[in-house]
């Protein structure tokens, strides 16, 4: 274990659990965020019922990619083995997210998917913004569901029947935006749907805004 890349992601997905908060997307000690640690099979997580204004670098847990504690003074959170299951399946994958914010979960009680009709959405999303299955919390059924309904998807979030919203990101600050964007995509086409069914947007047009987003929009590295 590099104990100065475990400090570093112990502070990385800590600071980043005030974005959940900020952004409206918890209540009480309900979410979480994780980070999976850089070249180690580790991952840093939220303990377990802890408060958000109680969480620091120390708080966070280290746990392998089976879910079990390595490091720390505290319990899992509950979603460890969820967490844990798509590390473990989805190689690419270096941040999780779990919210249970309100105008997405809506969607995921209705087991209803978000159409693509914004180009927001085409942009971070790639189209719709699937729903995964019901399952329980307690084993990696959650995850199984995750990464059933994500692999070979361009969406970076799924909508866990009846549960809530998880979001998964090459790092732990993409899987916050993604579930930022989410929740405020899943809100607009609500309310555009108080007025009349959205207006859908070509496949192909979709396409074209999610590469642009993806590969062109923003800063780029020098070469």
């Not at 000690?29 to 850089?38: F, I, K, L, W, Y």
């Not at 392998?64 to 460890?80: C, F, I, K, M």
């Not at 779990?98 to 693509?116: D, F, I, N, Q």
């Not at 399952?135 to 070979?152: M, N, P, R």
């Amino acid at each position: 274990m590099t104990a100065t890349d475990v400090r570093d992601m112990r502070r990385t997905v800590s600071d980043l659990h005030a974005e959940l908060v900020r952004n409206n997307l918890v209540a009480w000690t309900a979410g979480n965020v994780s980070g999976r640690v850089p070249g180690e099979d580790l991952f840093v997580i939220k303990p377990s019922g802890v408060g958000y204004d109680e969480l620091t670098p120390e708080t966070m847990v280290v746990c392998d990619l089976d879910g079990n504690l390595v490091e720390g003074a505290h319990s899992p959170s509950s979603d460890t083995a969820a967490h844990a299951y798509v590390y473990r399946n989805m190689p690419e994958v270096g941040g999780v997210v779990h919210t249970h914010s309100t105008y997405a979960t809506a969607w995921a009680a209705r087991g209803e998917a978000v159409p693509c009709v914004l180009t927001a959405m085409a942009d971070e999303f790639g189209g719709e913004i699937p729903v995964g299955p019901f399952a329980l919390i307690g084993d990696d059924s959650i995850g199984q569901g995750i990464v059933e309904t994500l692999k070979g998807h361009r969406s970076p979030a799924v909508l866990m029947r009846s549960h809530g919203v998880f979001t998964i990101g090459k790092d732990p600050k993409a899987a916050v935006k993604a579930a930022v964007m989410c929740e405020d995509v899943a809100r607009t086409v609500h309310v555009a749907r108080q007025l009349g069914e959205p207006l859908t947007i070509a496949r192909a047009d979709i396409d074209r805004l999610h590469d642009r987003y993806q590969n062109v929009y923003g800063q780029r590295s020098p070469r």
